[in-house]
């Protein structure tokens, strides 16, 4: 935008000194081309019927003619340096009103610019600000809805399970049986299991205790008849072992 | 062979264990030079073997010159008391000498036959003893008289 407002710039400071030079031509040209009315009476030329007071005046004419082409020449010059004086100082001031019309303009756009971006900054902050608090208000309603979908859902569940449950109690009385049946034969069922446990137990731990009592019977035997048995007590049982062994066919001598 | 020589001397294992040894003793000096029987059993062998072995070989009858006979003889005897039949009986206590001899003359007496013993000791058998012969084993111990005694109440 700037560019092109420098462009305009120049193209009319151009216009105005063409049209300045162009104003200098025609006024130095205008000069040349002026009427013998306008001419002072020495000076108009002399027609046919009288050529030689002509060509006499004519002579005279031409020395005062440049005297005062020379003056006209220098007026012109004085005219045409004026004008350009003028349209330079005028270009000047329209190139100093160029320049200082882009420093505003430029002052300008960066003011708008600034206004733009607060505008903007404004506008985010508005929105952010929108934004934070729709996003507020979405998570407060999500939440909301979560509370809400939790709710029902259990609620869901706990009538679905009551519904069960009446059902069951339904299919029970139904069939016959209480609730108080159910429980008492559950009930007999365990103490039927548990008896029979208690009594494995019972009968595995009181085997455990007859082998202890066993061994130690044995050890009392042992420790009392060892002593007491005489030899030849010992002798005789062994005799009798062999008796016995005999009789039992362990010897197939 | 008339091993009856051999019934009062060998009872136990361990007793032809040792006979064994000397007999082995006796078969290597019979292929010595200038061999003497009656040098190699006062020379190599106990005080009681050398008794039995030289009742056996009187009671064999053979001639003690004769190196060859006398080797077939040992040879014979090595035979006849390694295939002794083994009694393998588990007591008490420790036999002494008038227990074993008991015992074995128990067998002497039934079959009619020498046998060998094969005593160890358990003391947790209390009385009597626990019998093995062949493969087969009873138990005729006083702890297995008590515990069938406590199992049936």
Known sequence: MIIEIGLIQNFLLAVIVVAAFSLAIILIRNLFKRKPADVPVDMHPIDGSNNRVHQHATDDQIKIDDKAYRNIIKTAQKHAKNILNHTTAAATEILANSKQTNENLEGELDKILQQIAARDIHELKNATGTHEAEYQKHLQSTQQDLLKATKDTIEATKKTYQEKLDQFTSELIKSGLSTQDLVDKKTKELLTVADQEIADYKKAQLGKVDDQIKKLLEKVYRDVLRIGIPENVHQDLIIKSLDEAKKDGLFKL | ?153
């Not at chain 2, 290597?28 to 056996?56: G, H, M, R, T």
């Not at chain 2, 005897?77 to 008490?92: D, G, N």
């Open chain 2, 1 to 153: 062979m008339d091993l009856t020589a051999l019934h009062s001397y060998l009872r136990t294992k361990r007793e032809t264990t040792g006979l064994i040894i000397v007999i082995e003793k006796l078969q290597e000096a019979v292929f010595k030079q200038n061999f003497n029987l009656d040098n190699a059993l006062s020379k190599d062998v106990p005080l009681e073997e050398k008794d039995v072995i030289e009742k056996l070989i009187r009671d064999s009858g053979i001639n003690i010159e004769n190196r060859q006979d006398v080797q077939t003889f040992l040879t014979k005897l090595q035979k006849e008391v390694s295939s002794l039949p083994t009694i393998h009986i588990i007591l008490a206590i420790s036999p002494k000498e008038e227990m074993i001899e008991a015992i074995h003359n128990w067998f002497y007496q039934n079959y009619k036959k020498t046998v060998l013993l094969d005593i160890s000791v358990d003391e947790t058998v209390i009385g009597g003893g626990v019998i093995s012969f062949d493969g087969k084993a009873n138990d005729y111990s006083l702890r297995n008289t008590i515990s069938q005694m406590q199992s049936s109440g």
